[in-house]
């Protein structure tokens, strides 16, 4: 058994796990689970055990982001020679922070130079890491990478709805609590009308009742009025010290703009998998993890290789790609290919595969995404409003607007993500110039905080994801006919060539779905080869 | 106006309100933030303005805990001459962690030396901050005290109740998910059964249910069963990567067993005010907060001083100390005095007060609570369970368990928070051996992580406030009746001698409450002392 951190100590349930996995297979490593009393919160078990690669055996890893890397760095352990074309000159693809003083061309060519100041960046992909996204997060702790809490659902934040409140923002707590406290208000009056009495016994129903009562903060009469709300939705005037220091309870909103807010998909979006506590970030920007990465991977990686062709055939791949900075047109041959290339880009290479697979790839579409990054001379948010972290959310176009995780509480400059946008809206930002899409986000996001969000905004960054040019698109969109029709074959190896990423995952646009399937991809290649 | 840092900006929110505060008083700030379009989440409106002592006036505090240090602070920069008569050796009073090497000794002669790893700490006070505790907040930012956030919730956290599922812990996410999934397929079911015909119109009733079938993850029928809520309570098989890669839905818990947890509870307590998100934890320690303040009033704390008198005439103010090291009486005279000595230990000391405060005093009881850190060799909660900070709720004694929230995803040993009881139980551990109370805790404790617990053990040390020397409790037990009776006068300046800290306030048991004490009862002493 492997001991992972040589401190000599004895296997861990999870190494055990693996173990199990590598004799049985996943069903039994599940079944197993189950019996050791756990539900899996991931399918990962551990890094793979790819040790005994024929001598001499090559890889050529097409792209350079995380699943690519981690597809080189795990076949390399097992005694391939690897070798990765990237068509970029940094690691991480679609992992990426843009930092004061980068550069970025996008599609159309326009190109923005970051402003920001010394160590603000914003995130123009990925951006949180959940709890239960156990490959990132192991790979983050082997190969070093610093994290920090990812704050996710913030009480204090704000929800603006067009339609309730004549568009004032509210609090998220205020809003939360109302709903939920009127819900249990209600269902207790619909006991008494006897509304359930032939779905539970009388007993149950008092049950139900005492449960309401707590939860929803209810008086003694099943009421959801001023007074024990305050607890949660806060006070008109909060406690204090001394002499004047007694609180003063708020009055609860009207149901009806409760309702008009929209305010229950807020709540149920902060309680799915994705996003519960406890989430994380890298400190100093997501793009840590692909640097990281990167350096486990530093010689192996061709930089700035555009992949124009990728042939086979009984012997070996052939892989054709032009040097970005010069032109020239070159090739690399292998035994095997893994290819991570986004599909949308893959589609428009000359690939030699099978129909299946080609249709496949011709088959799922991508994702639009508009991120939009906003420099703040002062992190107002926190200082005036004791907002930390978090997301407001708005029925307008740019969504939501995010308060950094990072550098909480200091002082200084702070980057807001001032816009996370899909579906139509974000093709209408795309469709803007950079310039625009900032001050748009600007213009909408100065909802929740008139006076302050255009006062101090210093520069911003707007990167729409339709127009990167090493995607062409933010993630791969399956629906139920095309995952039928095409998914396992996009996962199969064709012949010397397997695909790999967040496309040929069920955590989609998620870098743990990217890992997963890197996984998956090099196990069965690793196989593949080994019966060849 | 006062600019806080330096950079030249002009004056934030919190300033402006500061100096309408200053001007117009508390009414007028309030109402001029409602004006303002925000509902106050503090009563704190910045650091006190009181220049202007008269000159050599001088003040003796009493305990240099937060609220005594901060009032020497203030005092201090005001103009008076003060010195703080403490009776540890430290700053921080409750505030207060305890490392490696540290030695305790508890009332009734128990000395327990801590056992911790380098970095590892227990918080025997207060462990958290919520972001709307603005005074400590400011302090700590003024003061340089680096924060971290602290996690509360944690949905992969566990919750056990013996009364449910035969004594096994299930996941937070299960159980909440559950709960309100259940609470909305059951007002579903009495809209549907009439019960609210008589409150709502049929408009408003389908607007409800539509709601509820978001909120509550319910299928197209209105029923909360296997499918939606997994992307809430978590899948029997996660999704993953590849070929395997398809989720399998897990079951939700029969109701009846639901309730039977009580999880109602827990969901409950996560949303009040002082548990809401972002919470934050000094780096290194809770006692980091101390320590920073006696940094700030070093030159005016004389340590190792036992009070036993407190006298007062028309002249100023004499206080008889024990110097603890020697036994040595000494005595200390100044024109006021700021008291922030616990009133248990008050009570004790021959005070020159009018009856009614000496009344007050003696009228309000403290709490006892026990705290116990339990190091662990590995983290594997972090490692085996994906928990990365946050609370395991039991009903048994211990009552909760809480995973560090600093150092997460590090290697190594850590610290979990063992106990955290109260009432009745905490009488019981605090009249067991510290030894004892160790032994319990892991033996409760074990029932969340069985076969891990005890087994990753490695030492641990007990704080139990009833025995604590220097506050013979937790904190102080306001009721309706004794507010009413004495809070006022236990506020109100008595000739030269005003009392301060968080039995002086609204915020009870929070160090939030002992600040805000403390400047309003030097604001007050301040006016007096000019009005002499």
Chains 1, 2 share one sequence.
């Not at 060519?109 to 010394?118: C, I, L, M, P, R």
């Not at 192991?138 to 913030?154: D, M, R, S, T, W």
């Not at 003063?248 to 807010?261: L, Q, R, T, Y």
């Not at 909408?444 to 990167?463: C, D, L, M």
């Amino acid at each position: 058994m492997r001991v992972i951190d040589g401190l000599g100590r004895g296997p861990t349930r999870r190494e055990v796990l693996h173990t199990i996995g590598m004799i049985g297979g996943a069903a039994t490593l599940y079944q197993m689970m189950t019996v050791m009393g756990h539900a899996a919160e991931s399918q990962f078990t551990g890094p793979p055990n790819l040790s005994g690669a024929r001598p001499g055996a090559t890889v050529l890893v097409l792209g350079a982001g995380l699943a690519g890397m981690l597809a080189a760095y795990e076949l390399g352990k097992a005694g391939y020679t690897v070798r990765i074309l990237e068509y970029n000159n940094r690691p991480g693809g679609r992992n990426w922070s843009l930092y004061g003083g980068d550069t970025y061309t996008e599609l159309g060519g326009a190109t923005q130079k970051v402003g920001f100041a010394q160590g603000n960046y914003l995130n123009p992909g990925p951006w949180r890491i959940p709890y239960h996204h156990r490959t990132i997060l192991h790979y983050c702790k082997a190969f070093g990478v610093a994290l920090e809490p990812f704050i996710q659902l913030n009480h204090q934040a704000l929800v603006h709805s067009s339609k309730a409140f004549g568009g004032k923002p509210q609090r998220y707590r205020e809003l939360s609590s109302d709903f939920e406290g009127n819900v249990a208000e209600l269902l207790g009056k619909a006991i008494d009308n006897k509304g359930l009495d032939s779905v539970m016994t009388a007993e149950d129903r008092d049950k139900l009742k005492m449960a309401l009562r707590e939860w929803g903060l209810l008086d003694k009469d099943m009421r959801y009025v001023k007074g024990r709300p305050s607890r949660r939705r806060g006070y008109e005037r909060p406690p204090g010290g001394g002499v004047n220091a007694a609180p003063i309870p708020n009055e609860p909103f009207a149901f009806k703009d409760v309702m008009d807010s929209g305010i229950w998909r807020t709540v149920a979006q902060h309680m799915q998998t994705d996003h519960q506590t406890t989430m994380f970030q890298p400190v100093g920007g997501m793009g840590m993890i692909g640097k990281a990465f990167g350096r486990q991977v530093a010689d192996k990686v061709r930089f700035g290789a555009k992949v124009t062709k990728i042939d086979q055939d009984a012997k070996g791949v052939t892989v054709t790609y032009t040097d970005v900075a010069s032109g020239t047109v070159e090739t690399a041959t292998a035994d095997y290919c893994v290819c991570t290339i986004p599909l949308g880009i893959l589609s428009q290479i000359d690939v030699t595969a099978s129909d299946a697979l080609l249709n496949a790839i011709a088959a799922v579409p991508y994702s639009n995404s508009v991120k939009v990054g906003l420099e703040m001379k002062t992190r107002f948010w926190e200082e005036d409003e004791a907002i930390y972290g978090g997301i407001s959310y708005t029925d307008q176009e740019i969504a939501q607007i995010s308060y950094p995780s990072g550098g909480m509480h200091s002082s200084g400059p702070g980057v807001i993500l001032g816009a996370y946008t899909f579906g139509p809206a974000s093709y209408k930002f795309a469709g803007m110039t950079p310039e625009e899409r900032v001050a748009t986000a600007l213009e909408q996001g100065a909802v929740f905080h008139p006076g302050k969000y255009k006062e101090q905004f210093s520069n911003g960054v707007a990167v729409a994801w339709s127009r990167v040019p090493f995607t062409l698109g933010c993630c791969a969109q399956w629906n139920e006919a095309t995952r039928k029709q095409h998914y396992q074959t996009l996962c199969a190896v064709d012949n010397r060539l397997v695909l790999a990423g967040e496309h040929a995952s069920y955590i989609g646009c998620w870098m743990e779905g990217a890992l997963l399937s890197s996984l998956d991809a090099i196990t069965r290649l690793h196989k593949r080869a080994l019966e060849a």
